[in-house]
């Protein structure tokens, strides 16, 4: 069902015209290899690590997998919870999935996932559901009232809204710098790979950090928080680079980061198959590593700044651009296009919402999804969240000469929530609204 549903997994990119799909003929145990399971965690990373930095020849095909399996915990994808030291097991399975970008976008990716576990009929179940309140909603509002906020919503969006996405985007091109530039020109390496450091973190429940936004303001959303706390992280990050030597360079005010976004809202309906939706906007945000920061001022400047991005069609707009680039351009243009639209960011953030509850293969538990961004061009600092099992997760993967322990830099970021968490609960923060938030 899976194949039919997904056929792109069974293609590869055409040798005669590369904007083509082939169909081919390949046997399953082609794609999956089975290898020694990693017997620590730094030998898991590593492996994590060269999966990332290696290419795919996408003429042969568009994704891979490996499994290995070994006792309970050797690997450290895994930490213990009280589900699996009840349920008695001795030995974890460990797969990691990669693919080139022209397979499917993360959201698909979630999508494909779901359709192969023991509870995809369920998922779907719930997608549809969810749909079709959307929809009940939408007819009580009325058409008239609908139609008249439509008409409005496309002159103001797309019109005035893509006059200021591309004036911003533009000047941003012209005025931005990454204040990390300066540790990443060292010694080049074989294949122009630099070393990568990865590292995963589980920050705290989903339903914990919407309490902690709602008790902030209505209007910040847990995207908001999540940048924040990046953006932290990276002041920090600067700050220990600097003190074990640098340029005696000015550092700018703000730095960029490129925020990914699904164009469909974050959904594959059960009866779609997957593709990739993905544009994405930059978004600058202060940075002040050398001063001291009151962080819930600061998060409440970022919502701010992504509110009024999120008001233009800057996603679609790249998209569109993207997609015009890559067709029409040769390659070595297309490559200097993206790096000069990704403004001289310095990191890279998306969300990944995975499933509610935990989910099962061959009726085995899945107890950990984690995801990590490949690097886009002249970026080096890739970082995923992702919620499973009412989790959030945060995964990094990061040019190593700017983040050498990844570790740190995740923890970086769950200081400063421990912060935002406590100014938040301890009452500081007043006239607060109850809202729901979500992954924007």
């Given at each position: 069902m899976t194949k039919h549903k997904h056929e792109r997994f069974s293609c590869r990119v055409s040798e005669s015209d590369p904007k083509y799909f082939e169909v081919i003929d390949k046997p399953f145990d082609e794609y999956v290899e089975e290898l020694p399971h990693p017997q620590h965690p730094d030998e898991f990373k590593s492996r994590i690590s060269k999966f990332l930095s290696s290419p795919i020849d996408v003429n042969n095909q568009l994704w891979e997998a490996t499994l290995s399996t070994g006792p309970l915990y050797s690997s450290g994808a895994i930490s213990k919870s009280n589900y699996v030291v009840d349920q008695d097991y001795e030995s974890e399975t460990v797969?990691?999935?990669r693919s080139h970008?022209?397979?499917c976008d993360g959201v698909s990716l979630s999508a494909v996932i779901a359709d192969v576990s023991d509870e995809g009929e369920k998922l779907n179940q719930m997608i549809?559901?969810?749909?079709g309140k959307h929809k009940l909603h939408a007819k009580k509002i009325g058409f008239f009232h609908s139609a008249t906020s439509l008409v409005i919503g496309v002159l103001v969006y797309w019109v005035f809204g893509s006059i200021v996405?591309?004036?911003?985007q533009f000047l941003n091109?012209?005025?931005s710098s990454n204040p990390f530039d300066e540790?990443?020109?060292v010694e080049s390496h074989e294949n122009d790979t630099n070393p990568r450091s990865v590292a995963w973190k589980k920050l705290t429940t989903v339903q914990e950090a919407k309490s902690v936004v709602r008790s902030l303001s209505i209007y910040v959303k847990l995207n908001d928080l999540f940048v924040t706390l990046l953006g932290r992280a990276l002041e920090r990050q600067?700050?220990?680079?600097?003190?074990?030597g640098g340029d005696d360079v000015k550092c700018p005010s703000t730095i960029n980061i490129v925020v990914p976004v699904h164009l469909t809202g974050g959904v594959i309906l059960p009866?779609?198959?997957?593709?990739?939706k993905i544009g994405a906007f930059v978004a600058p945000i202060p940075f002040n590593p050398n001063e001291e920061k009151d962080s819930i001022s600061s998060l409440r400047q970022i919502t701010t700044i992504l509110h009024k991005i999120k008001m233009t069609p800057a996603p679609q707009i790249s998209w569109l651009v993207t997609a015009l680039i890559s067709t029409c351009a040769p390659k070595s243009v297309a490559k200097y296009a993206m790096v000069r639209a990704n403004c001289h960011a310095a990191a890279v953030i998306s969300n990944v919402r995975a499933f509610p509850f935990k989910i099962h293969w061959m009726e085995r538990p899945v107890e950990m999804i984690c995801a990590f961004l490949p690097l886009p061009p002249g970026i080096p600092i890739g970082l995923i969240v992702t919620s499973y099992d009412g989790e959030i997760i945060f995964s990094i993967d990061a040019d190593k000469r700017i983040v050498p322990d990844a570790d740190t830099f995740l923890q970086f970021m769950a200081d400063e929530y421990e912060v935002l968490k406590h100014e938040a609960t301890k009452g500081e923060v007043t006239g607060a609204e109850s809202s729901e938030s979500s992954f924007s």
């Open positions: 797969a990691l999935f970008h022209v397979l549809l559901d969810a749909v996405a591309l004036s911003a091109m012209m005025v540790f990443a020109v600067y700050s220990e680079l600097k003190a074990n009866h779609q198959s997957i593709g990739n």
